[in-house]
T-cell receptor, first 113, second 112 residues
Framework: AQSVTQLDSQVPVFEEAPVELRCNYSSSVSVYLFWYVQYPNQGLQLLLKYLSGSTLVESINGFEAEFNKSQTSFHLRKPSVHISDTAEYFCAVSERGNTPLVFGKGTRLSVIA | KAGVTQTPRYLIKTRGQQVTLSCSPISGHRSVSWYQQTPGQGLQFLFEYFSETQRNKGNFPGRFSGRQFSNSRSEMNVSTLELGDSALYLC???????????FGSGTRLTVV
């Protein structure tokens, strides 16, 4: 069965510093991978996704994630964070086909001024 | 294009009661999924409907049920509410397959 591990429950970082949120998955078949962001009292917003092709995927607001099949990882990175990036970030996996998303426990990113 | 709409946003119920939550997906989306979010368990999959048929089901007791109508709108029902059912219930719609679900803002259910 598929599973997702987000290694850090909380990550504090100073504004304009780089950040990496780690995500590892477990699956016996090929997968689709996603990062979602949740702001307080809101639903989840899709940040970026890996379905196939280039292993490096980017979002419109400066985040990127790299799919590493050998390490079964999909870490999220941003070279310079802003206060507005403060939120909870969820990594999710779905095995190819019509299987539901399985989420990690989330990482709370706190950007400090 | 309107997003996924969930109603109501907030709900307070008493133990033993039942509750119905509603979800209107993005126009044209035929897949609707429901998730329960709690601080302790995180995001857990409840069920998925596609063209009025339940396609997948999570590991929840039979008190949790759902349905989907011909216009793709979906409802979930929880009967005999327990304190542990207090959670944020999120609905997500998709055009089909996991090509990026769009989530609603959720219904926060509090059971007292």
């Amino acid at each position: 069965a598929q599973s997702v591990t987000q290694l850090d429950s909380q990550v504090p970082v100073f504004e304009e510093a780089p950040v990496e949120l780690r995500c590892n998955y477990s699956s016996s078949v090929s997968v689709y991978l996603f990062w979602y962001v949740q702001y307080p009292n809101q639903g989840l917003q899709l940040l970026l996704k890996y379905l196939s092709g280039s292993t490096l995927v980017e979002s419109i607001n400066g985040f990127e994630a790299e799919f590493n099949k050998s390490q079964t990882s999909f870490h999220l990175r941003k070279p310079s964070v802003h206060i507005s990036d403060t939120a909870e970030y969820f990594c999710a996996v779905s095995e190819r086909g019509n299987t539901p998303l399985v989420f990690g426990k989330g990482t709370r990113l706190s950007v400090i001024a | 294009k309107a997003g996924v709409t969930q109603t109501p946003r907030y709900l307070i119920k008493t133990r033993g009661q039942q509750v119905t939550l509603s979800c209107s997906p993005i126009s044209g989306h035929r897949s609707v999924s429901w998730y329960q979010q709690t601080p302790g368990q995180g995001l857990q999959f409840l069920f998925e409907y596609f063209s009025e048929t339940q396609r997948n089901k999570g590991n929840f007791p039979g008190r949790f049920s759902g349905r989907q109508f011909s216009n793709s709108r979906s409802e979930m029902n929880v009967s005999t509410l327990e304190l542990g059912d207090s959670a944020l219930y999120l609905c997500a719609s998709s055009a089909g397959g996991p090509y990026g679900y769009t989530f609603g803002s959720g219904t926060r259910l509090t059971v007292v």
